[in-house]
């Protein structure tokens, strides 16, 4: 999937209706970024390629009424290249890294390659958040999983955002976010996030999918997640937009 913003069948009705596309280059470590802007919808989906093929990670940027985005981050699966081949001309010929996941460390290093790409086209005064689903995180995936099979609560978003908030993942992206003087405030469920179960051995889950090596449990827990993130007290070096 692209992101929680993005169900495959909004996927290819946005697709279907694209304007041209434009590039930016990074000359250190030879990545592109394509976005892709769309008549009906006032964000745009961004691809990284490397050399001749396009990452198991996008992006996207969903507008709100009052100016402020989120960026959206996502898998791109087997499906979603298939769609990307027939409607987007310059990726008609590439490869695909299709990927149904990640771990944590991935998509903290996509989310740094894009950022550094897109930090001239990107206003970091409006950012509201950053969303993606937790099997893009899926070691914490798992984590979290456990945690849910040894306790019962009834308030599953503070639930949820308690535990993020003890991961080292807001440090991780902290990190990569600073330089553009911005922070990670919380990390929780997307708005109206909803919880589902996902039986491990029905549903045939592999861990190695999500580029995760270790047991999983019998249940995991897929939900979106999003982390609001707020400006540093200090400006630091960032985007061209930054005061």
Do not use: W
Request: proline share 2%; glycine share 6%.
């Amino acid at each position: 999937m692209v992101s929680s913003k993005f169900s495959n069948a909004t996927l290819i009705l946005i697709l279907l209706i694209i304007v041209p596309v434009s590039c930016v280059n990074n000359k250190q470590n030879k990545t592109r970024l394509i976005a892709v802007s769309c008549r009906d919808y006032s964000g745009k989906l961004y691809y990284l390629i490397m050399g001749d093929t396009v990452s198991s990670i996008s992006f996207d940027t969903f507008k709100y009424k009052d100016g402020t985005y989120d960026i959206g981050i996502g898998s791109v699966d087997t499906e979603h290249s298939v769609d990307c081949k027939r409607t987007i001309k310059k990726l008609k010929d590439k490869t695909f890294d299709c990927r149904k996941g990640h771990i944590s460390d991935e998509l903290v290093a996509g989310l740094s390659t894009f950022l550094s790409l897109a930090k001239d086209e990107l206003n970091f005064d409006s950012l509201r958040g950053i969303a993606f689903m937790n099997e893009d995180v899926f070691d914490i995936e798992i984590a979290i999983s456990n945690d849910f099979e040894g306790h019962k609560c009834e308030d599953f978003h503070k639930h949820v955002k308690d535990f993020m908030n003890k991961t080292n993942l807001r440090d991780k992206m902290n990190a990569v976010l600073k330089k553009y003087n911005i922070e990670v405030n919380n990390i929780g469920l997307n708005y109206d996030g909803k919880i589902l179960n996902m039986d491990t051995k029905r549903c045939r889950i592999n861990g190695a999918d999500y580029g995760y090596i270790g047991k999983l449990p019998r249940v995991l827990k897929c939900m979106p997640l999003r982390a609001d993130v707020k400006r540093c007290p200090k400006a630091q070096v960032g985007s061209k937009h930054s005061n």
